[in-house]
């Protein structure tokens, strides 16, 4: 992370340094343990859940955006947001995706439920970043994610 002398880290700033992705130990210093325990986990999940399908890329969004982890074949499945002590993660729901959301819509936990409600519809589709600082947070990622591609079954 890049900042004037003066200045110290708000909760959210992204990683900026440009000179190479952040490996596991920068993520884990700048997100912090706790987020850095859900961040292996959800990274994990993904492994196991659609093996040999994704291999995560990161992108660098300039001084504003940072560093981030996509996870995309032809379509992109989710990006993980390292933020100062904070995940995020970035999933996009698209026509199918809103749809098979809608008909659960009484199903999901009342703040994803707000969140989606309140994110602006694009022309792929709703943006829906979640913080992922709970355990229930990450089963609503995993279930999305789930909902927008089945996982490989196992065996």
Request: proline letters at 6%; one cysteine or more.
């Amino acid at each position: 992370m890049i900042l004037p002398t003066n200045t110290r880290p708000q909760i959210g700033d992204r990683i900026t340094g440009k000179s190479a992705p952040p490996d596991d130990g920068a993520v884990r210093e700048w997100i912090g343990p706790e987020a850095f325990e859900r961040w292996a986990e959800l990274r994990n999940w993904i492994d196991e859940s659609y093996p040999g399908v994704f291999t995560p890329d990161w992108l660098y969004g300039g001084r504003n955006r940072g560093w981030s982890l996509r996870y995309k074949k032809t379509k992109a499945l989710c990006t993980l947001v390292p933020g100062y002590r904070r995940l995020s993660a970035v999933v996009v729901m698209g026509g199918a995706e809103r749809e098979k959301f809608e008909e659960r819509r009484y199903v999901w936990r009342l703040q994803l439920v707000k969140l989606y409600d309140e994110a602006k519809t694009y022309i792929d589709g709703k943006w829906l970043t979640i913080a992922i600082s709970s355990a229930d947070d990450l089963h609503d990622v995993t279930a999305l994610l789930t909902m927008k591609r089945q996982p490989k079954p196992r065996g």
